[in-house]
């Protein structure tokens, strides 16, 4: 066992000394006051939430919850957004969103076809990990100026 840990960290040792101290920054900044920054990580948290909730009762084949969990976020999402928070959204983020929203109001019909379920539910997945690769939230003071 221990053998075996000394060569996993000889290994990987490597790897950790060229690894720089923080990676650039090289995704597109949208920049938000504190308010709509607030907002999107907890719109973000929730989806996240939503999915693994998701998962959980397609394993126990329990559809009809999945379609209302899908129906619950996009209902938070369309009642608690700020104003005026689109016009903040560069064009490529919005279209990412609305590939997005379009497999959630999918998600949000209900079907007992599990196999469909997964295969939106990747879909939906897809559009996340694509827009995460593109845009980052800089961070906002509480004031709500920018810090570069
Ligand atoms: C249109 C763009 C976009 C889409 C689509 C998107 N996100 Fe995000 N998400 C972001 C941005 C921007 C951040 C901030 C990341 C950063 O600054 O590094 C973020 C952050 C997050 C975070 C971190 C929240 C926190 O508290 O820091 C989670 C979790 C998350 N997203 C989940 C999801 C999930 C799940 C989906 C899909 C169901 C999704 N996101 C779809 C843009 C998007």
Known sequence: MKKTFFLCALSISPLLMSAPAQAEETREAVRLNEQQHDWVLEYM??????VSDMQG???TGNTEKVAEQATSVRSFARNTKPRGIGKQFPAGFKSMARQMNASWTELATPTDDAAQISATTQKLLNSCN?????????PVTPGGALIE
């Open 130 to 138: 694509a827009c995460h690769r593109v845009y980052y939230l800089p």
């Open 57 to 59: 009762h397609l394993a």
């Open 45 to 50: 948290r929730r989806m996240l939430e939503t």
